[in-house]
């Protein structure tokens, strides 16, 4: 039978066990919430560095304006493509340095925060303060794990082109948070295909790009392909 003292070290162990899994939930997370004039932003960060920013604004993101806005944020904070997800729908003129100066501002004020999802919205809690990522505040279940994102240009089957037309091409955006979040973005108002409906997916329309691309078989490849890039 364990003596005394080596029942009050497992209880020590085991009280220090519990302090580390509470620690280690509160540090799962870090994000910072940033908005200047037509942009809002939102930076998450795990503890393993990733970052994936969710940018909306009043205005369309046209593939030009999300290009510029990565490239600078690419050269200024080493921001992958990937992770960076752009939203715009409004009546406002672009205004593409609101969008750079909200996602810097959020990226200059990260604090520890706490990510829901109930399958349907995402949230951020930021000091006892809730702000949606998209959808509601969520009571939903608590988001763990590491950031992946996948990123692809996927040019749809045309017909015949003018000497100086140039085929068009469409983002195909994923992004998963942790073990329970997939989020797919495409451009303007997509709908999501059918045969993508019931896994799961947390679907963003009116991203990265203002016009949405076409129901084809290569645009259902390359959502297949940015899933499995992701692990799903």
Same mark, same amino acid.
């Given at each position: ?5 080596? #029942?009050?070290?497992? +209880?020590? &162990? /085991? ?5 580390? *899994?509470?620690?280690?939930? /509160? ?10 004039? *037509?942009?809002? *932003?939102? $930076? ?8 994936? %920013? ?15 806005? /990565? ?16 939203? +715009?729908?409004?009546?406002?003129? !672009? ?7 909200? &996602?810097? !501002? ?19 809690? &930021? ?7 998209? +959808? ?6 608590? %988001?763990?794990?590491? &950031? ?14 003018? #000497? ?18 997939? $989020? ?13 409906? !019931? ?12 016009? *949405? ?8 490849? /390359? ?7 992701? +692990?799903?």
């Amino acid at each position: 039978m364990p003596g005394r003292s080596s #029942r009050r070290l497992a +209880g020590c &162990i /085991a009280i220090e066990l519990l302090r580390y *899994a509470e620690a280690t939930a /509160a540090t799962e997370f870090q994000a910072g919430i940033a908005s200047a004039g *037509a942009a809002n *932003a939102i $930076v998450i960060q795990d503890r393993h560095g990733a970052r994936a %920013v969710f940018a909306d604004t009043d205005f369309e993101i046209t593939q030009a304006i999300a290009d510029f806005v /990565a490239a600078r944020l690419l050269q200024s904070y080493e921001l992958p493509r990937p992770f960076l997800l752009l939203r +715009g729908v409004g009546p406002q003129p !672009a205004q593409p340095d609101d969008l750079l100066t909200a &996602i810097s !501002a959020a990226l200059g004020q990260m604090e520890p925060a706490e990510i829901r999802s109930d399958g349907k919205n995402l949230s951020v809690t &930021i000091a006892g303060h809730c702000r949606p990522i998209f +959808g509601d505040c969520t009571t939903g279940a608590a %988001v763990s794990g590491p &950031i992946r994102a996948a990123f692809r240009m996927v040019q749809p089957e045309h017909g015949l082109l003018q #000497r100086t037309d140039l085929p068009r091409s469409y983002p195909v955006q994923a992004i998963v948070l942790g073990k329970q979040v997939v $989020v797919l973005a495409l451009g303007g108002a997509s709908t999501l295909p059918s045969e993508f409906s !019931a896994r799961g997916l947390l679907f963003i329309p009116h991203a990265n790009a203002s016009t *949405a691309p076409p129901d084809d078989p290569r645009l259902r490849e /390359a959502i297949r392909q940015v899933l499995a890039r992701v +692990g799903r």
